[in-house]
């Protein structure tokens, strides 16, 4: 594999990962770390280009992070580029001001005009939409920078000889319309050559887990049917052939047709041995007592570790391989800096054998273009994403049991059948259909009924680490009312249109 072109140096932001993934997207890979790595990283590397991510940080607080102490900060080494945090911290370090002004504060969308004769905004329109989100802002500039775009304040620096730019907006974000025109400009800026590719990444994965795990042992994957373990089997296989022992639960917390379709995505990815665990009255036995969402994810990673370590036992296995995701691994706090959102079932568990994740820095997006270049069916690469603890997370607000588990499965399929009637389904990224702890009063044929609530999300995003509600057409409205009120202990149907942020995706 080529030298690593690009250093993107981790502050915390939720939005590091997606640096990186924008970046292979225009044909670039680039390593993450955080500053302490970075610093390490640089003493024996020399990339093209530098990229400081954004960060919870304030320049000014105590204990802020700084610039690797071994960042050539005159650009002269390589081009660097400051994101929000690290366009603060550079103005910081090189002697301008960077204050908190009320009125500068933005988060979310906001209106930039660029000076577009700046190589960073070729081809940029003068006024463009992009996502900011920050409190601290610089007010002044370092000696010998000037500003090449404007919001309410400086949006965006650069020195004299373009080698050191900071921007203070994300560009990143899907939201900043014209993000991966500025991103090409950076690339085309430090002379990066295309580098991403998935047919070598796939063989890079390969060569990864077999240096590991070498010729002998016997290797665990947690098998749940969705694109990441699909795919990451269907990469896997060929090399571990019989070693390769594919586990599935069924963790009574599946939607209906789940496991028909695990079984057939184990066959698509050439899976030569699948074993499926039925552990549903396990699982009821240990969540049922409890609402809280965090708790809930706690126990069932409890319960999901106790069964895989049995598994690794019985075949004499000495790996467990996950298809877990960076995403996945950001929001659970075990990236970097990140703050730590929800706790996912499948990370950060400490095993008795050794753990690998040879996806944990793709995203969803990625994983997808490798299904396809694996030749997987449509049916995997465009799967919509399901969570391993599945339809527990959506009874929300109220004890989990069998009976309210089976009334959301139902309710699952009749919507997902309606989106599907109507040719929707291109257009949602994940439905949840969820049972909310909200009982109250209707009326069926003359009588009083006192029932269930259930909530409709519908989402569209393109890596969950920000998502939109999806507005269904009144007709369609009036259909999944209709069909789900139908049910005779269910009198209220909520649409929940909230974005991420400040919602997340599923309920807990
Ligand atoms: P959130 O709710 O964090 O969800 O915005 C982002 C995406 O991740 C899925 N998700 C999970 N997937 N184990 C998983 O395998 C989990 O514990 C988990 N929690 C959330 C969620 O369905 C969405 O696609």
Known sequence: MDDIQILIVDYGSQYTLVIGRTLRELGVRGIILPVKKADKWLKHNTPKAVILSGSNWS???????????????????????????????????????????????????????????????????????????????????????????????????????????????????????????????FLTLSKCDKDWNPINLIHQIQKEVLEVVKNKSNVILGFSGGVDSTTLARILSPVLGKRLICVAI?????????LIELKENAKNAGVKKLIVISAAVEFIKNISKTIDGEEKRKKFRVVYQRIFEKQIKKHNADFIVQGTLATDIIESGKIGQSVMIKTHHNVGLAWKVKDLHPFRNLFKYEVRELARALNLPKSVYERNPFPGPGLYLRVVGTPVSKEKIKLVQ?????????????????????????????????????????????????????????VKGYYFPEKIVNEIISALTKHKNIVRVFFDMTPKPPATTEFE
């Open 59 to 185: 320049v000014h607080n105590d204990g802020a992070p700084g610039l690797p102490k071994m960042l050539d900060i005159t650009g002269k080494k390589y081009l660097i580029l400051g994101i929000c945090y690290g366009m603060q911290l550079l103005a910081h370090k090189l002697r301008g001001v960077v204050e908190k002004p009320f009125l500068h504060r933005e988060y979310g969308p906001a209106e930039v005009s660029v000076n577009k004769k700046h190589p960073l905004f070729k081809n940029v329109k003068e006024k463009t939409k992009v996502w900011a989100s920050h409190g601290d802002t610089v007010i002044a500039l370092p000696k010998g920078f000037i500003s090449i775009a404007k919001s309410k304040g400086i949006a965006a620096m650069s020195n004299k000889n373009n080698r050191v730019l900071g921007i203070q907006f994300h560009p990143e974000v899907i939201d900043t319309t014209e993000g991966k025109k500025i991103l090409q400009n």
């Open 250 to 258: 069924d963790t009574g917390g599946f939607r209906e047709n789940e």
């Open 410 to 466: 139902e309710a699952d399929k009749t919507v997902t059948d309606i989106i599907k009637k109507y040719g929707l389904t291109k257009n949602i990224s994940q439905l949840i259909v969820a049972l909310l702890g909200v009982n109250s009063v209707g009326v069926k044929g003359d009588e009083r009924v006192y029932g269930h609530s259930l909530a409709i999300r519908a989402v569209q995003t393109a890596d969950f680490m920000t």
